[in-house]
């Protein structure tokens, strides 16, 4: 098979991982007979600050045909986070349907978490968030500006559709995993948004009948996942709290270059977009110790995602050696002193 992939590498550390993963991605990929063609687009908030725009206005139709899609990071010091996620990562997720965001929670074999007396395998559980809707949807405005006050309104936009795919999505990863799903609302304080969420849980359980379901506020559930990570299979939640969960998803499996995501277009009728949970990481940009495992994992579900399963599992188990390898290459996140590119030679080495 062969795959056109859209690449952005974007800002800050972005093109500092990305650039060093081509190489390595096309050598995993063509080891199982998969080819793959690597197209690269200079999007982001360099391009802003000379133009206006984080991306041309014909963006969407240039990569509209990839087969998917893969983004470093975006986000620059000067530039106003609204406007790279309005300019750039917005645009994407809306435009081409990817409703369902994933991101998996893993502590690897070597890394330590945070969190005390937590081994390798302790820590393992996926979130998935509502990506296109929700809390994010730009309802409201400045609806009043007076002499002596102000009023802003932001409203949550929640339709059966979007909340019933990313449920199901949960319950289908719930069902193939330990057949656990946790949905994680405010239903006490939001009492019209969330307990529509919670009816649609409710519907869609109906057709999971193995699946149990657990349902805790936005509040105990973020403590829960520092308290009990260990109980958690599969999370699912709404655009807002699905990424205050994944923050703390990716820090107690040890360090934030090791989060991998995927927006998920799930009719494949446009590409999804694969991209490390991470930031531009501005305190460490230039200095080439980015840890590169994020982005490389972000490919391996980009390769599961187009049915390349073996690319895949190549990637996942050259990265989980690397890891639960002491004499192996770490980046400074995870006690090292080594490079991004040291970093990427030892996953290589171990295709
Ligand atoms: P942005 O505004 O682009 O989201 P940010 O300020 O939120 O950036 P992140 O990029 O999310 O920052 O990084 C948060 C912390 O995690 C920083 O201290 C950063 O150095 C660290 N970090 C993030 N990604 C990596 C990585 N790939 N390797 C090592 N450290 C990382
Ligand atoms: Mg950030």
Known sequence: MSYEIATIPGDGIG?????????????????????????????????YLETGQ????????????????????????????????????LPIRKEFNQQVCKRPSILFDGVESPLRGYESGDIDFVVYRENTEGEYSDAG?????GFDH?????SAVHTREGTETIVRAAF???????GHMTSITKSNAQAFSMTFWDDVVEDVAEEFPNVEVESLLIDAGSMDLVRRPEEFDVLVASNLFGDILT???????????????????????????????????????????????????????????????????????AVREVLADDDAPAT?????????????AAIEDRL
Do not use: C, K
Request: proline content about 6%; hydrophobic content about 40%; glycine content about 10%.
């Open 15 to 47: 093109p500092e991982v990305v650039d060093e993963t081509l190489p390595l991605l096309h050598e995993a990929a063509s080891r199982h007979g998969v080819e793959i063609e690597f197209t690269e687009y200079d999007w982001g908030t360099e391009r």
């Open 332 to 344: 400074p996140d995870l006690g090292g002193s080594a490079s991004t590119g040291d970093v990427v």
């Open 141 to 145: 405005g400045r609806v009043h500006q």
């Open 172 to 178: 289908e990863a719930a069902r193939e995993r330990e």
């Open 247 to 317: 923050d703390i998803g990716a820090i107690v499996s040890g360090s934030m270059g090791l989060a991998p995501s995927g927006n998920i277009n799930v009719d494949d009728e446009y590409p999804s977009m694969f991209e490390p949970v991470h930031g531009s990481a501005p305190d460490i940009v230039g200095q080439g110790v980015a840890n590169p495992m994020a982005t490389v994992l972000s490919a391996a579900m980009l390769f599961e995602n187009l049915g390349e399963d073996d690319v895949s599992d190549a990637l996942w188990s």
């Open 54 to 89: 984080m991306m041309p206005d014909d963006a969407l139709d240039q990569i509209v045909d990839a087969d998917s899609i893969l983004l470093g990071a975006v986000g620059h010091p000067d530039v106003p986070d609204h406007i790279t996620l309005h300019g750039l990562l």
């Open 150 to 154: 102000e009023v802003a309104v932001q």
